[in-house]
């Protein structure tokens, strides 16, 4: 399992976001979003470039920290 960091979220509405931008990537699923944590975990059928999750999560308005 997979950990990211991730800036701006505040509310469940924003949780919700980072779980589809996530489950859109190929290669990813399993995807948990913990507000108070500031972060999402995942699982990874095969490896998933950071640079694909920092795209999908910037693309919503979120930054990867």
Do not use: W
Not at 19 to 25: Q, R, V, Y
């Amino acid at each position: 399992m997979a950990t990211v960091k991730i800036n701006g979220m505040r509310c469940p509405h924003c949780s919700s976001a980072v779980t589809k931008a996530l489950e859109n990537i190929d290669g990813i699923g399993n995807v948990k979003v913990d507000l108070e944590q500031g972060e999402a975990t995942y699982t990874e059928t095969h490896p998933v470039p950071l640079a694909a999750i920092k795209e999908a999560i910037s693309k919503i308005g979120f930054e990867v920290a």
